[in-house]
């Protein structure tokens, strides 16, 4: 049966450089359920080496959380990706880190932490999560897509690394699944999105951030899959 889920499909954590230390799994999930979200995806920068720990910490508490990640790729374009299962995410962030140079400095860009579902430290990412692959999006579109992800260009409203600031324009021949707008965005109507979805998310880098933008779909479940047919507006599912 439909129903309403409203959710936050861009939440950063401790793994990100520039997301708060504080972003652990049970202060995301802990806020993510007191704004009353039924479900998230966590989306760091080039790593998905957070996201088992918050979808364990979410599965005990209740709370779905999809395995995604934010690439910024050759253009230093922001493109978040989505994806149902652990396996698709995980052989995703292993193409992105074949294709990521550089090692964090945690002076000047931040701590990198990887986490258990209790929020305990276990490990720090060296990689420059920060930087860019080497691949153009036109490319990690595809990679997403044959692991029957999701494609959804990051806030394409900013003046920097997003789609229309680097770019300008959403190129034709993109095959992208949505745009998502930032929670600072005016109106859809401002902006030259080529008639594309559009989500709405938080990009919650501190926990008082998380919900403060989200998006509801009529899907049977909040899961990938569930919410590509929203945006497709397939069997009866949409964005409300």
């Given at each position: 049966?439909?129903?309403?889920f ?7 954590t401790c ?19 007191g704004?009353?979200l ?11 080496a ?27 374009i922001?493109l978040?990706a989505?994806?149902?299962g652990?396996f ?8 992105v880190?074949?294709h990521?140079?550089?090692?964090n400095?945690p ?19 060296e990689?420059?999560l920060?930087?860019a692959?080497?691949?153009e999006?036109?490319?990690?579109v595809?990679e997403?897509?044959?692991l029957?992800?999701l ?6 409203d900013?003046?920097?690394f ?8 959403i ?7 949505g745009?998502?707008l ?6 859809r109507?401002?902006?030259p ?6 989500v709405?998310?938080?990009d ?7 919900g403060?933008?989200d ?20 069997r ?5």
């Amino acid at each position: 049966m439909l129903k309403e889920f409203r959710m936050d499909l861009h939440i950063h954590t401790c793994l990100s450089p520039c997301g708060d230390n504080s972003m652990v799994p049970p202060t995301i999930i802990q806020r993510a359920l007191g704004t009353g979200l039924q479900g998230i995806a966590i989306c760091d920068h080039n790593s998905a080496a957070n996201v088992l720990a918050v979808r364990t910490a979410g599965a005990e508490a209740g709370l779905g959380a999809i395995a995604g990640m934010e690439i910024s790729t050759a253009e230093e374009i922001h493109l978040l990706a989505l994806f149902d299962g652990d396996f698709q995410v995980n052989t995703f962030a292993d193409l992105v880190k074949a294709h990521l140079s550089g090692v964090n400095d945690p002076q000047v860009f931040g701590d990198q932490i990887i986490v258990d579902r209790h929020g305990n430290p276990v490990a720090l990412e060296e990689a420059l999560l920060i930087g860019a692959v080497d691949l153009e999006i036109g490319r990690i579109v595809e990679e997403i897509h044959r692991l029957d992800g999701l494609a959804i260009a990051s806030h394409v409203d900013k003046q920097a690394f997003s789609l229309l600031s680097q770019l300008g324009f959403i190129p034709p021949d993109l095959d992208l699944d949505g745009v998502e707008l930032s929670r600072h965005a005016g109106a859809r109507e401002q902006y030259p999105l080529r008639g594309l979805p559009v989500v709405r998310c938080s990009d919650a880098h501190f926990p008082e951030e998380i919900g403060k933008a989200d998006t509801t779909f009529m899907v049977e479940e909040a899961t990938v899959a569930e919410i590509g047919l929203a945006l497709a507006e397939k069997r009866g599912r949409r964005i409300v």
